[in-house]
């Protein structure tokens, strides 16, 4: 994803370090990322052939309690309240889980989800390990797909040894002797101060503009212009009495706008200095996608998009500290696979306070 990360000049410091790069890792036909407090998620996908069709998810926090929840969804061209799935592996019942099962639409996606009850996890992931594929279908048979259990049994291994859980109780596989005491607790939640800029600050509309004319001056390639009156998209927003970020589009596509971000201070573009935006496994830069800033909240958002449907990409947040962009919320998918953006393997968490 180096296409997401301009690197910049000079980079604000921020208040905390990632150590190794965070991705996610690939089992076959599932897909496993873990966060910096040990949550994982694995995801199980059809036949790599297939296009879509559906996934399951299985989430887990980290800690001896962390209890994992399974999530099915099916895609359907026509998804109405009221329907029914059945759930099968091979096409026969799984013991101890529910065939048929209650199905709950998706807001403004056409398909329909079920969760599995926590009675029902262990005889669930059982099937995994004997089974070759799982098959989720309405009870119609009109909307229908299987998931592949290829790589399955690697990817929840793959969990339970991020959190520590290998021979004990709490495992999804390698089961073991040891108690639930025996897993590691899991680490807190970093912990973000957001700095929110007093109201009634005024906005220097012609700041952006200045900038730009500098950025073009020493580096020509450094931002496009777009065409159409594209630089009517650049931002200046008061961060503080002295400090305003300002946004300059630099690139525009089908479904992705991108921006470069800037710190400037007292009105002096020739001292700019370039935000530093930090993500697990990327290298450093001042350059996000389809991005907002709320100033209530100092919180600067973004959604990159791998294709237009946007089953794929990465979404986050970061939060303005004064000192730099602190990095709030992370998840990432590379593969395009059909997944719902809000299933997408979360790679960072932090808690603002």
Not at 68 to 94: H, N, Q, V
Not at 164 to 179: E, H, S
Not at 286 to 297: I, P
């Amino acid at each position: 994803m180096d296409i997401m990360r301009i690197s910049g000049l000079i980079a604000l410091v921020l208040g905390f370090s990632f150590g190794a790069p965070a991705r996610a890792a690939d089992f076959r036909d599932w897909t496993v990322g873990c966060d910096n407090i040990k949550g994982c998620t694995a995801i199980g996908f059809p036949p790599e052939a297939q296009d879509g069709g559906g996934y399951v998810r299985i989430e887990r926090p980290g800690g001896p309690d962390g209890t994992a929840k399974i999530r099915l969804f099916l895609y359907a061209e026509e998804a109405k309240k009221g329907a029914s799935l059945r759930l099968t592996a091979d096409g026969a019942p799984i013991a101890g889980v529910a065939a048929e099962r209650a199905a709950r639409t998706e807001a403004d996606v056409d398909g329909y989800a079920t969760e599995l009850s926590p009675q029902e996890l262990k005889p669930f992931i059982a099937a995994l390990r004997k089974s070759g594929a799982l098959n989720l279908a309405t009870a119609d048979g009109k909307s229908k797909v299987d998931i592949s259990l290829a790589g399955a049994v690697a990817a929840l291994r793959k969990v339970d040894d991020t959190q520590g859980r290998i021979g004990t109780q709490t495992a999804l596989i390698d089961v073991g002797d040891k108690p639930a005491s025996a897993v590691p607790e899991a680490p807190a939640l970093p912990v973000v101060v957001p700095a929110i800029a007093p109201a009634g600050l005024k906005e220097n509309p012609g700041l952006a503009a200045k900038l730009r004319k500098r950025i073009k001056k020493e580096n020509p390639d450094g931002c496009d212009d777009l065409p159409e009156g594209g630089a009517a998209n650049d931002e200046a927003t008061p961060l503080n009495k002295t400090q305003t970020l300002v946004a300059l589009a630099c690139s525009s596509g089908a479904y992705n706008f991108g921006s470069d971000f800037w710190i400037v201070t007292s009105g002096d573009v020739a001292g700019a200095a370039p935000a530093s935006f930090e993500a697990p496994g990327e290298k450093p830069g001042n350059s996000l996608f389809n991005a907002d800033f709320d100033e209530k909240t100092a919180t600067l958002s973004f959604f990159y998009k791998g294709r237009g449907v946007g089953d794929c990409g990465s979404a986050g947040k970061y939060v303005w500290t004064g000192k730099g962009f602190a990095l709030l919320e992370y998840s990432a998918m590379e593969a395009c696979r059909g997944l719902l953006s809000d299933d997408w393997p979360v790679l960072w968490r932090a808690r603002v306070k």
